[in-house]
């Protein structure tokens, strides 16, 4: 995830195992479905890249379960990063590369990863701003190959609504500390999708209230990011 000085405490909650790997509480409950998802769309061999890997849970899960995909793991910050690493020596996986730091929010950074066939981000969006969420998925457009396919997860508005008294809680808690953040309305997604040149194939209610948005490269979108 971005790093910034405003957040509460309940937005990234991480207890060290103290082998340098730390656990989400939250990546340990959602792993099963993400990856589950994960393997349903998913393109069988190629690069992956995971945008705010976080603790480093998601990434070993994934490689286990895709292993014919070389897994490419992402973050922000270096107690993170030092996670990640961790976590990957600890499951002794090959088809994992050492994590990358990479802030996702700055623009630029497509041109330091290789084009990727699938691209994975979990629990972000509503960490970051409106512009930071447009940069984004414009860099992630011109990340993903013509061919790629891209998961968004994480907590979403329905229409415009929050429709959980632990969603209400949580929003609240983070337009709090930073007026800027919050989470993100499921019908705006759209179009940041669409104006940066992506198409979502399907959207996919997950557990815990969270949603899925499948997306690929749109090539009848005049706003397309070539490659």
Not at 11 to 25: E, F, H, K, T, Y
Not at 115 to 142: A, C, G, M, P, Y
Not at 146 to 156: D, E, N, S
Not at 169 to 193: A, C, E, R, V, W
């Amino acid at each position: 995830m971005v790093f910034r000085t405003k957040l509460p405490d309940t937005a990234s909650v991480a207890n060290s195992q103290g082998d340098g790997r730390l656990i989400s509480p939250s990546a340990e409950r959602n792993s099963t479905p993400i990856v589950n998802l994960v393997k349903r769309i998913a393109p069988e061999t190629g690069e992956a890249l995971e945008i705010a890997s976080g603790t480093g849970q998601h990434i070993v899960q994934l490689a286990l379960s895709l292993p014919n995909l070389s897994w490419l793991p992402s973050e922000v910050e270096e107690n993170r990063l030092k996670s990640i690493t961790a976590w990957i020596k600890n499951e002794n996986l090959l088809n994992i590369k050492p994590p990358l730091y990479l802030d996702a929010t700055e623009t630029g950074w497509s041109k330091t990863v290789i084009k990727s066939d699938f691209i994975l981000l979990v629990n972000l969006l509503h960490l970051i701003s409106l512009n930071e969420t447009e940069t984004l998925f414009d860099e992630l457009s011109k990340a993903l190959k013509k061919t790629g396919i891209a998961l968004v997860y994480g907590p979403f508005m329905r229409n415009g609504q929050l429709t959980s008294e632990g969603d209400k809680t949580f929003h609240n808690s983070l337009i709090q500390t930073d007026p800027d953040i919050g989470y993100k309305n499921d019908l705006d997604m759209l179009t940041f999708f669409s104006n940066s040149g992506l198409f979502c194939l399907e959207t996919v209610e997950m557990p815990a209230n969270n949603l899925a948005f499948v997306l690929k490269k749109d090539s009848l979108n005049k706003q397309l990011k070539e490659d």
